[in-house]
């Protein structure tokens, strides 16, 4: 082989070389490439594994939740399961427990279940109790039992009866009666979702019980009655004999008699009066105790009532010197509707107290209204007093029953502990309230308000107390040692449009004359030093005639008031507004010369005599003591044992006036009067004066005898004063004819027409 073909040959190697190697290149890019593509896949089949691993991950745990939640509600369910089953036993454990028995029925009225109880009582009566059974046959099947007893009414009404209860919405209860003395309580409520729920208790012994506690009560009321009957009847019993004592013992005072015995028969009279009283309390308080306390309200004069307290506390404040003032509210009007009686009376004992427990100085009982309301007016009355006053821990005890401030002290004064109790209860009883305010040693001041209707009239609704037309009094001295007195006087004259100058003594006041111009001068009666009258005479002498009017507590004129050209009048204390008007109105119209000469308006009209008088009165005692208190009259005096005997006489004889009594037998006063009203009625004849004689018992009935035609009522026990001031006050109101009006020659018109006596039946 020659070297070209070396050459050749090393050419063609070469070549195939190259060729090899280039060919090699491209496998080695080739490779290349397909290792970085195998990378490339195995990076993403790793990611791929990756998340179908975290899927199956995650797919994993939520079964495991899954499984868990399962598990966890499978054991709820369980528990659940168990709790209902516990629920439903505990349930019914319960109603198997209660006496009563349980019945529940469906919407179609058929027994769901049913305690043992309930199905023990069916099969009393014969009628299982399974689920299905219609409440109708369980009607029937009491119904044919024979249980149901004969006040339920006729057995079929009965059941008609229980299937309308039974079909009423809502709750329901009955009781029924079984035969045997058995009582039954069925009660039933319809659920929301139409069932009904019935319960069935035995009330055998609840009813027994009920009868018992009835009978009881009714024992205890009917004992109660006859307590109350006993006290009325026994207050009359005893009233009745004291009333003999008392009227005597005032009698027997007018007599001739040395000192002790005059000394002895006023003890007889004022220890019978004070007995009374405690009577009066006692009973009162018995029967406010036991509800048969009744108010009657009526129209009446408030400023009369307090007027008249005042009046009656009068002569006790005198004799202490003490003070009794009145200050009713110029604006306030006088008539309203109210029980008077009651009203007096709670004023009664807080002034009658405030007089007791006072030494010196004054009680003043104040009187202010607020209206409320159209016609309704809330009147407050307070009773201040300067006396000995009430300890501040005894206050809240006062009026409590039976209570005494503070024994030691109050030993010495009389009393029953129970006028502040019965107070509080009647003011209660008005709808009213009570209270007191107190200092030990200086004072208290009792006081309440109850809110009262003003009465229907108008006129007297609205009246208030002025100055009629005339010459005018322009101004005013007033002359008073006590200073509210001054003040009360001040605001009264300034409400009737009358200028003021006040002042404490005769001194004073003669100051004042010497120094200004006065119309009239108001003076009181008995100051420190010099009194009213004094300071008249005083007046006189100085050559001043202006009128002067005496203000004093005195009962009868006072000495020295009756002297001529000395006062233009005399006005006791407490005076009213309206006579305090009246008398200056009298002043207006006269002058300054011609002063009243004639004695003060306070002196006592002279009874009547000789009438012809009609007494009834069952107690023989009762009958002499007014026989002897009319002695001096010269009367001539029928007597009627009872209504019935008073009728009678009155149809047959002719009588100026009737004392009529009200606890009578056969024909009580009331109804005895009625029969002589329509009497005089039907033979059209003016009707006579009847006067009720009655009891402090009927204290509240005074209306009722008003209302039954009588015109005036007289409280037991009897006094001679107030009989002969009675009869002048008839004859003043021109009810009866004065002196010698009986005895008549000629036929009073009433008789012109007699009636027949049946008339009288
Ligand atoms: P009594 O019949 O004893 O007066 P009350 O119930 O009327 O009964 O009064 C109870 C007590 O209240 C009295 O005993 C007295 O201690 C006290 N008291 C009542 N009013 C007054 C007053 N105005 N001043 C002082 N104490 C009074």
Redesign the pocket.
């Known amino acids: 082989m020659n070297a070209s073909d070396w050459q050749q040959r090393y050419e063609q190697e070469r070549a195939a070389r190259i060729e090899a190697e280039r060919r090699l290149e491209l496998r080695s890019a080739e490779l290349r490439q397909a290792n970085l593509d195998l990378a490339i896949q195995a990076d993403d089949l790793t990611v791929e594994i990756e998340t179908t691993q975290q899927e199956f991950d995650a797919a994993r745990s939520r079964a495991e939740t899954l499984a868990d939640q399962t598990q966890r509600i499978r054991a709820d369910l369980v528990a659940a399961n168990h709790a209902t089953f516990r629920a439903e036993r505990r349930l019914w454990d319960a109603l198997e427990a209660i006496q009563d028995g349980f019945a529940l029925f469906g919407e179609d009225d058929r027994l769901i279940a049913a305690n043992r109880v309930y199905t023990k009582f069916l099969g009393t009566l014969g009628c299982t109790a399974a689920p299905g059974l219609a409440y109708r046959a369980i009607i029937d099947a009491v119904a044919a039992s024979g249980a149901v007893h004969d006040s339920n009414g006729p057995v079929a009404q009965w059941r008609s009866a229980m299937r309308r209860w039974h079909a009423e919405p809502g709750y329901k209860a009955h009781v029924m009666q079984l035969n045997g003395d058995h009582w039954l309580k069925l009660k039933e409520r319809r659920t929301e979702d139409g069932n009904t729920v019935m319960l069935v208790s035995d009330v055998t012994e609840a009813k027994r019980r009920e009868g018992e506690l009835d009978a009881a009560r009714r024992d205890a009321e009917a004992a109660n009655r006859a307590k109350s009957a006993f006290l009325a009847n026994m207050s009359h019993e005893i009233r009745t004999p004291m009333n003999g004592v008392v009227g005597m013992a005032d009698l027997l005072a007018e007599t001739d008699l040395d000192d002790d015995q005059q000394l002895y028969a006023d003890t007889i009279r004022s220890s019978g009066e004070a007995l009374l009283v405690i009577l009066n ?1 006692v009973l009162d308080y018995s029967k406010i105790e036991s509800g048969m306390f009744e108010l009657f309200p009526e129209p009446f004069d408030l400023e009369r009532a307090v007027h008249d307290v005042a009046l009656l506390l009068q002569p006790k404040a005198r004799e202490k010197g003490v003070d009794l003032l009145i200050d009713y509210d110029m604006f306030l009007p006088a008539h309203y509707i109210g029980d008077g009686g009651r009203l007096r009376q709670v004023l009664t ?2 002034a ?3 007089v ?3 030494e010196t100085g004054f009680v003043l009982i104040r009187v202010v209204g607020i209206e409320v309301a159209a016609g309704q007016q809330k009147i407050h009355i307070a ?1 201040e ?1 300067s ?4 300890a501040a821990d ?1 206050i809240e005890h ?2 409590g029953e039976f ?4 024994e030691k ?2 030993r010495r ?11 509080r209860r009647l003011v209660a009883m008005m709808g009213g309230d009570i209270w ?1 305010d ?1 200092v030990l040693g200086k ?2 001041c ?1 006081g309440f308000s109850v809110e009262l209707p003003l009465v229907g009239d108008p006129k007297l609704a609205t009246q208030a107390p002025g100055l009629k037309a005339g010459r005018k009094l322009r101004r005013a001295l007033i002359v008073d040692d006590l200073q509210v007195n001054r003040v009360i006087l001040e605001r009264q004259l300034g409400f009737l449009g009358i200028e003021t100058t006040a002042c404490c003594s005769v001194e004073t006041a003669l100051q004042c004359l010497a120094e200004a111009r006065f119309d009239v001068i108001l003076t009181d009666h008995q100051m420190p030093g010099q009194t009213g009258i004094d300071l008249a005479r005083k007046v006189r002498d100085a050559g001043l005639n202006l009128p002067i009017l005496l203000l004093s507590s005195q009962a009868g004129q006072p000495a020295g008031a009756s002297e001529p050209g000395l006062l233009a009048g005399c006005l006791r204390k407490p005076v009213l507004r309206r006579d305090l008007c009246a008398a200056l109105d009298a002043l207006n119209g006269v002058a300054r010369a011609e002063l009243v000469r004639s004695p003060p308006p306070d002196t006592e009209d002279a009874a009547p005599t000789g009438l012809h008088l009609l007494i009834a009165e069952d107690n023989r005692t009762n009958q002499l003591v007014l026989a002897r208190m009319l002695d001096e009259g010269g009367h001539k005096l029928d007597f009627a044992n009872n209504g019935r005997e008073a009728v009678d006489l009155f149809a047959t004889t002719d009588f100026d006036l009737v004392f009529m009594d009200i606890s009578m037998p056969e024909m009580d006063g009331v109804e005895a009067t009625e029969t002589i009203r329509r009497f005089e009625a039907a033979r059209g004849s003016d009707p006579v004066p009847i006067i009720a004689l009655t009891a402090h018992a009927m204290a509240g009935d005074g209306e009722r005898f008003l209302a039954a035609g009588m015109d005036r009522h007289l409280s037991k026990p009897l006094k001679k004063a107030s009989i002969t001031g009675l009869l002048s006050d008839l004859v003043r109101s021109g009810r009866l004819n004065g002196a010698e009006c009986s005895g008549s020659l000629a036929p009073p018109a009433r008789m012109a027409r007699q009636p027949s006596a049946a008339a009288m039946r």
């Open positions: 309390d004992n807080l009658g107290n405030a007791k427990f006072t009773i007093d006396g000995i006053g009430i005894q006062i009026f209570t005494q401030a503070d002290i109050t004064f009389e009393g029953t502990g129970l006028g502040l109790a019965i107070s007191v107190s004072g208290s009792f």
